[in-house]
């Protein structure tokens, strides 16, 4: 129940329990003073009702009926509540109460009372923080008393969940919602597990799991109908956010359906002119704005304004919010004007309702956005800034130019997202103004907004949680490095350019380096040996129920499905702890794991070479940042992003892999291919190369961006068509430059200084695709050849056949340093988790999914995998491609090289043993495959000659020459037979 702050309320409460009082107490003076204390509070005269009820309560202690004090201190509580001042004295009221609990004996009494205490201390907390810590608080209470916990741990779960929930840990609220439902009590609890299910299918719509959150709140329904009927308001909230989820998957029609039968349910319940219909017709608005419906929505704006505006007590949250949705259908319209005037009184309204609630910074933030729509940038600050004063206490809302501190104990995603957009006004109104100061304010505004960013990533500790971080600060590091950019142009302070590129380093695989800080934090600390157990412990457990979770998601069990996941996010919370408990006790490890210190241009700069550069990327909204350094110079570019920009990327890409090798190059079809790939390339060296072609050396390691993570640079051309070139005459960058990728220099320096590699000795996997395996997935002719070429050359151990069994692999790879996998690699555009190296079987056994990658350490100096497009996988903003190779980075190798698209089988033997050969030379990793692939078009002939057959592979991360050992057991193999032959010649000199 959630508490009313209104007189009504409290003299329910009061005669709800009078009943109870006079049946134990017979003519007390207690009793008396608690009348009079509810004849007082009837005429409003509060203080002296609080006096009334200090007596009574008094009165109780003394007979010892501390059942009773517990009660009249409850009212006590929510008198208090009405004065808004006396928040002190109701912390120490509960105390007592809280003190008191023991001595009732009757354990559904104990736990009522427990509720209602929990309850006030979370309408007592006005922060995040501080409801966390009520909510800890109860935990510790109710684990005292195996009682209490059994009736109460599903609701103290239930509001962690919900914390969780308002504070973007959308798995944690998952996992918390799940084991409130395992702790239900005995009894019929539908309306309870309804409430449960439904505010979990609000966290996965919100991770964007929509299918299962369809699935949970039709569960909610089924709950609710159950216990309530089918006419019930709760019936209706079910379908209203069953509505919002199947207008996000695309159902519109299920979704309008059942929209409008949430809108029948509050109608018959409550009829057309009521709170209750006119709060579903404002959410039914909201969806015909998301269809671009915008005629019905308009008219369903104004009808829930004028329902509201008849009614003699409106639901004044939802009267606000009409308002703020007609604005927001008048902004869909185009009349910023109209937008404007309704913003205004929503923001009107909630003052007059609400004067002291923060919740009016959201309306602020329209109103400002607005502002910045209509390019009046000195509202919009002010707008904003009013939206922060609001939220963060102390701060003046007179004075614009007044921030939070980084100390502030506010929510970290709302101080982040409060300073971006007022750095974003100041940002524009600097590109009409051109004052430095505003720009100052501008950056001073950013780096708080980054300092946030970090805080609130620093409090999350699942993966998936770090990443969704990662994409949500895009338009943050945008921003920010474009306005350092700008000053370090305006005042040449290198400072600003340091800033920028740090920023653009932070915007890149940043969970890929926490994940390589802490195994390499591991690893340096000499954790003691117990611990270093319980961690191989908990993670071969996650490890194992991954494996299962891929199973049940291939079978579509979803029975076992759900239980593996919650038994995945029960162990990596309990992972989590025990990282904790190791930070508190081993300091070293924690600074080494938390030493995000990203490298600055001069740290990279007195790294490189003379003949090396590193060319990094950011792909913003609007602009595309680049980033030369090399031996002596350090220099950025801000260049305007075209429209076109990805189209001319995917069109490359297009061309490249569709053209028709059964035909000659001179047909029509092929001609036309070849020409459309040489003008986007040409079109794209022009836009992303040739402006900074002095500042490059002829060794470059590029940090690609975006879209960028799917162009192989070295196919770029420097000069127009020309239809009488041939293929292997192109100028292809790659003939002038030595090229390697990395997903950041920070990372590239962290990979080069891995200490988890401690081995060296080579493994080759090649499985035949024949009968015994997925026939779905073709044949490969010449992937055997090639494994035994490669052994032969290194001194490797071969997996081949029959013999390359997964099992034998995950028995086998820790005794190995360096690996190459000849096989296929199947992409999972839908679910990148599921994108899987195929092994030697047609079971989901011979399968080594990128799932499995995340959670098994597989330390090597080089993998390479010749299988088809293993860097390809869906593009997560701010984390890069989702990508087998990148899920070996994961694992632990400090280099892959590995193919951008399906890749012929007979080029790759001969591009990869090439590749190999040059490797044994000394040479460094990309030199080796830059010579490799210069060999193959030396000889390749016609079509063969083509990009598609050569250019899709690439190196990424250490380029250094790779020491290779040979591998014991050819060594054994070699010795025995030596040994063989040396006793055959003395058996055949002893018998002649």
């Known amino acids: 129940m959630r508490v009313s702050t209104r007189i009504a309320f409290f003299l329910l409460f009061i005669l709800s329990t009078r009943s109870l009082l006079w049946a134990q107490v017979d003519s007390t003076q207690a009793n008396r003073w608690y009348l009079e204390a509810q004849k007082k509070a009837g005429d409003s005269h509060l203080s002296e009702a609080l006096s009334y009820l200090d007596s009574a309560s008094m009165e109780y202690s003394k007979g010892g009926y501390f059942s009773r004090v517990i009660a009249v201190q409850l009212i006590k509580c929510k008198y208090l509540r009405e004065q808004r001042t006396q928040y002190g004295e109701i912390a120490e009221t509960i105390n007592r109460c809280e003190s008191l609990l023991p001595s009732i004996e009757d354990p559904v009494q104990r736990s009522s009372y427990a509720s209602q205490l929990f309850e006030l201390n979370l309408s007592m907390a006005d922060t995040d923080s501080m409801k966390l810590v009520q909510i800890e608080r109860q935990i510790e ?95 209706a909230t079910g379908y209203n956010d069953l509505a919002i989820v199947q207008n996000l998957i695309g159902q519109t029609e299920e979704s309008g359906n059942n929209f409008s039968t949430a809108l029948k349910i509050r109608e018959r319940l409550f009829g057309r002119h009521t709170n209750e219909y006119a709060s579903v017709l404002n959410n039914a608005t909201l969806y015909y704005l998301e269809l671009g419906r915008l005629d019905r929505a308009l008219r369903y704006a104004r009808e829930t304004i004028s329902i509201f505006e008849s009614i003699k007590n409106p639901d004044q949250r939802f009267q606000v919010a009409s308002y703020n949705t007609l604005a927001k259908v008048y902004t869909s319209m185009g009349d910023l004007n109209l937008a404007k005037i309704n913003f205004q009184k929503a923001v009107d309204l909630h003052q007059r309702y609400f004067p002291d609630n923060s919740r009016i910074r959201f309306y602020y933030l329209d109103l400002g ?40 104990p506010s929510n970290y995603l709302s101080l982040k997202t409060l300073c971006l957009l007022k750095a974003q006004a100041f940002h524009q109104l600097y590109q009409q103004d051109l004052d430095t100061a505003t720009l100052s304010q501008a950056l001073s505004l950013y780096e708080l907004a980054d300092y946030y960013a970090t805080k609130n990533r620093t409090e999350v500790q699942y993966q998936k949680s770090r990443m969704a971080f990662s994409r949500q600060n895009i338009t943050l590091y945008e921003g920010a490095i474009l306005a350092n950019l700008q000053m370090w142009k305006e005042t040449e302070n290198p400072f600003f350019f340091n800033r920028a590129f740090v920023l653009s380093e932070k915007s890149k695989s940043l969970t890929l380096l926490e994940d390589l800080l802490e195994a390499n934090a591991l690893k340096t600390s000499n954790l003691p040996l117990e611990i270093l157990s319980r961690e191989k412990e908990l993670q071969d457990s996650i490890s194992h129920y991954r494996s299962q979770l891929i199973n049940d998601l291939i079978k579509k069990d979803s029975v076992n499905r759900d239980a593996h996941q919650i038994k995945i996010l029960e162990l990596d919370l309990k992972f989590e702890d025990f990282k904790k408990d190791i930070e508190k006790e081993y300091p070293e490890f924690y600074r080494t794991k938390y030493d995000l210190n990203f490298l600055s241009p001069a740290t990279v700069r007195g790294k490189l070479k003379e003949n090396e550069s590193l060319v990094e990327y950011f792909v913003g909204q609007e602009n595309i940042f680049v980033f030369i350094i090399n031996d002596h110079i350090s220099n950025g570019y801000i260049v305007p992003k075209p429209d076109s920009f990805e189209v001319w990327i995917t069109g490359l890409l297009h061309h490249l892999e569709t053209y028709d090798f059964s035909q000659p190059q001179q047909d029509s079809l092929n001609a036309f291919k070849i020409r459309r790939y040489c003008e986007y390339s040409y079109t794209l060296y022009n836009l992303i190369w040739r402006p900074f072609l002095t500042e490059v050396k002829e060794k470059v390691t590029i940090i690609p961006d975006a879209a960028l993570n799917y162009l192989p640079f070295g196919v770029l051309l420097p000069d127009p068509y020309d239809s009488g070139t041939d293929l292997r005459d192109f100028q292809y960058l790659e003939s002038r430059y030595t090229v390697s990728y990395n997903y950041s220099a920070t990372l590239g320096q962290e990979m080069v200084g891995s200490a988890l590699v401690e081995k060296d000795e080579f493994l080759v996997v090649a499985p035949e695709f024949g009968e015994n395996s997925d026939t779905s997935m073709g044949t490969l002719l ?85 299988a088809c497009e293993t860097n390809v996988g869906p593009l997560l903003q701010g984390e890069g491609l989702a990508s087998l190779a990148k899920g070996f980075s994961y694992a632990g190798a400090k280099s892959i090289i590995t193919s ?80 063989l032959m040396i006793l055959s010649l003395i058996i055949y000199y002893k018998l002649k």
């Open 141 to 235: 209470l109710i684990s005292k008393d195996s009682s209490l916990f059994k009736l109460l741990a599903y609701q103290v779960y239930q509001q962690k969940g919900i914390y969780f929930y308002e504070t973007d840990q959308f798995d944690s609220c998952n996992f918390y919602q799940e084991l409130a439902l395992q702790a239900m009590p005995g009894g019929n609890n539908l309306e309870v597990e309804g409430d449960l299910y439904l505010q979990w299918a609000k966290s996965l719509r919100r991770m964007g799991d929509l299918q299962k959150a369809i699935n949970l709140n039709k569960q909610a329904i089924n709950a609710y109908t159950q216990v309530l009927g089918s006419n019930d308001t709760k019936v």
């Open 369 to 408: 956005r607005n502002a910045m729509q209509r390019k009046k940038y000195d509202e919009a600050i002010i707008y904003f800034h009013q939206a922060m004063s609001a939220a963060i206490p102390g701060i003046d809302p007179s004075d614009v130019y007044q921030n939070p501190a980084k100390q502030d």
């Open 782 to 866: 010449f992937n055997t050849d090639e494994a035994k070429e490669i052994a032969e050359i290194l001194g490797g151990d071969l997996l081949i056949g029959d013999g390359a069994l997964k099992r034998d692999f995950k028995n086998r790879y820790a005794d190995y340093g360096a690996f190459h996998f000849a096989t296929h690699a199947i992409i999972n555009e839908d679910d990148a988790d599921l994108s899987f190296l195929a092994f030697q079987g047609a079971t989901e056994d011979s399968r080594l999914y990128l799932q499995e990658l995340y959670t098994i350490k597989i330390p090597a100096n080089i993998v390479t995998l010749s």
């Open 900 to 979: 951008m698209w399906d890749v012929d089988d007979r080029s790759t033997r001969k591009i990869m043993t090439g590749f190999y050969g040059h490797l044994v030379q000394g040479k460094n990793k990309d030199a080796a495959l830059q010579a490799a692939k210069s060999d193959y078009l030396k000889t390749a002939g016609g079509a063969f000659a083509h990009p598609y057959f050569w250019a899709g592979f690439i190196a990424i991360g250490d380029m250094s020459p790779l020491e290779i050992t040979k591998s014991s057991h050819g060594l054994l193999y070699a010795g025995l037979l030596l040994s």
